[in-house]
């Protein structure tokens, strides 16, 4: 059983691997693929005729976990537990679910402290004790003196606590704060000093400024949630045979309802920001980007006969002295060439993942009079940039760039998963009456009848492409369709979302003046 370390808003691991908010799904599966031995009986889920319309799901069916990434950009956005009873669950180190600690309600609030009440319930505990809410300040003379300098000498937190109790709390530079139960360290998720409020006995709940979600109780389907920022729990009450007991208008505009003793998490879910239904999936952090290079978004630039070459936005963590967490994003442009030399292309991009040397060229058979061309002494060769989602031709006599390929990285394609995702913007000369010199973009997310629309007219029949890893070996995705336009080649799946797109031309001089392009 996996024993794991919940960090809100952030990510859920062990010392071994982390599955963080905002990496992406290539990172996310080679995790899974260097512990196959433990974290077995993984599914791929995903929609085969609408990829968009829904997120790509990783289901850890023998662990409980679901790892959902955005459709379109292929980051991590959530990450569910929908099977406690499959995996160990810890805070700051302390367990609060495991096969001898039940997730209770009371668990909860023990490992986890206070959230914001809600427009509907408000938690009670096991005694059937109502949890009240009202506005309070603390005292100046119960803050530290160093507190006292960034100015907030009147305190707004929120605290979730019964008359009686006595909570320690911590409270940052920025006023927001967590619950320090005793004998635990608190982690934070925010680059400010944390600093130390003493125990203080509480006697009701201090409004937050900027408040997570507050809880929420479906009493159609008898589920309540409890919300922190960047976590959710989920109680399912429909298998009690009391009904809960919920007062819509308990007190100061709250609801009220009364959780059944033992009432245990069904889910629980890791999200960025305050909302699961509103969240996005996070910037890629710096940690994810382990040496590599991202591209942001790839233009294809024209000109009057077709494509000239690639302008790519680049991020990468910047390097220099100091520690991880001062390192920034790094953002830079690069522009490359057909006709660029290798060692231009390196000096652009740096070197490629892998170097692919071709064997045979299976699409001469199109060419005009291929029983007339001198068989090669040597081979034609690919830079393979994986995490660009770019692959670069070279020429093997002059060492020049010939082709480029865009890789979409759709789910059900036969290339899934070697490549990131290539975000490409091509320009698209329409050639319809009336229409002389306009074009129109194609992106990643085009559809080829979206294109064929555009263009005013049909492509040619397109060549079926069969791809096998052996001549014995059949592909479960079956064939492709490739269509040839404006010095294009465009890969189209069955579903007909473009599965890659082949650039190619006239070689160009290789001499362009960059010393403009470097930061």
Not at 53 to 58: K, T
């Given at each position: ?22 990496m992406?799904?290539a ?25 968009l ?6 289901n ?32 700051c ?6 096969q001898a ?9 023990q ?36 507190f006292?300098?960034?100015?907030s ?16 709390l911590?409270?940052?530079l920025?006023?927001q ?18 600093v ?23 009493s ?50 890791i ?36 494509p ?8 990468a963590?910047?390097?220099?002295p ?17 006709g660029?030399s ?16 071709k ?9 005009p ?33 010939k ?45 080829w ?29 079956g ?5 040839g336009l ?34």
């Open positions: 059983m996996l024993d794991l370390e919940v960090v809100p808003e952030r990510s859920l691991g062990n010392e071994q691997w982390e599955f963080t908010l905002g992406p799904l990172q996310a599966v080679a995790i899974l693929q260097k512990h196959c031995r433990i974290i077995k009986n993984v599914q791929v889920l995903y929609s085969e005729q609408s990829p319309s829904h997120d790509l799901i990783l850890l069916t023998q662990d409980g976990i679901k790892l959902m990434f955005d459709a379109f950009n292929q980051r991590l956005k959530v990450i569910e537990v929908c099977d406690l009873t499959k995996v160990k669950l810890k805070y180190g302390v367990h609060f679910n495991s600690i039940a997730p209770t309600i009371e668990q909860i609030d490992s986890f402290g206070a959230t914001h009440p809600g427009g509907k319930p408000s938690p009670s505990d096991s005694s059937g004790h109502q949890w009240q809410f009202i506005a309070i300040n603390l005292p100046g003379s119960a803050i530290p003196p160093h006292l300098e960034s100015g000498h009147r305190i707004v937190g929120l605290v979730l606590g019964c008359e009686g109790n006595i909570l320690p911590v409270f940052n920025v006023g704060f967590r619950n320090k139960p005793q004998g635990r360290c608190c982690q934070s998720l925010l680059p400010a000093r944390l130390y409020v003493s125990h203080f006995r509480c006697q009701s709940t201090m409004l937050f400024s900027s408040p997570p979600p507050p809880t929420v109780y479906n159609a389907e008898q589920l309540f949630h409890l919300n922190f920022r960047g976590l959710s729990f989920s109680f399912q009450l429909d298998s009690w045979t009391e009904a809960p007991k919920y007062e819509p208008n308990f007190a100061h505009g709250l609801a009220s309802l009364q959780i059944p003793h033992g009432a245990t998490v069904k889910r629980m879910y999200y960025s920001g305050n909302s699961l239904q509103d969240t996005k999936a996070p910037m890629m952090p710096l940690s994810c980007f382990l040496g590599n290079v991202y591209a942001e978004s790839v233009d294809v630039l024209r000109d009057g006969t077709g000239a070459g690639l302008r790519l936005r680049l991020l963590a910047g390097c220099g100091g520690l991880l967490a001062d390192a920034k994003m790094r953002v830079f442009e690069r522009s490359v060439y057909f660029d290798c060692q231009d292309v390196l000096s652009m991009l740096g070197s490629p993942h892998k170097v692919f040397y064997s045979e060229d299976k699409m001469k058979i199109h060419s009079s291929p029983h007339k061309q001198v068989p090669s002494k040597c081979n034609d060769y690919f830079f393979n940039y994986f995490t660009l989602g770019v692959d670069i031709l070279f020429d093997a006599n002059t060492h020049k760039v082709k480029f390929v865009l890789h979409t990285n759709y789910p059900g394609h036969y290339n899934f998963n070697i490549y990131h995702r290539c975000e490409f913007k091509i320009p698209l000369a329409i050639k319809k009456e009336n229409a002389d010199g306009q074009t129109e973009t194609c992106t990643t997310y085009s559809k009848d979206n294109i064929q629309e555009l263009l005013g007219h049909p492509v040619e029949k397109p060549v079926v492409l069969h791809r096998s890893s052996s001549p014995n070996n059949t592909n479960p995705f064939s492709t369709f490739c269509f404006q010095r294009m080649i465009f890969e189209v799946m069955q579903n007909n979302h473009i599965a890659s797109v082949t650039l190619y031309g006239p070689p160009r001089p290789g001499s362009h003046l960059r010393t403009a392009e470097l930061p």
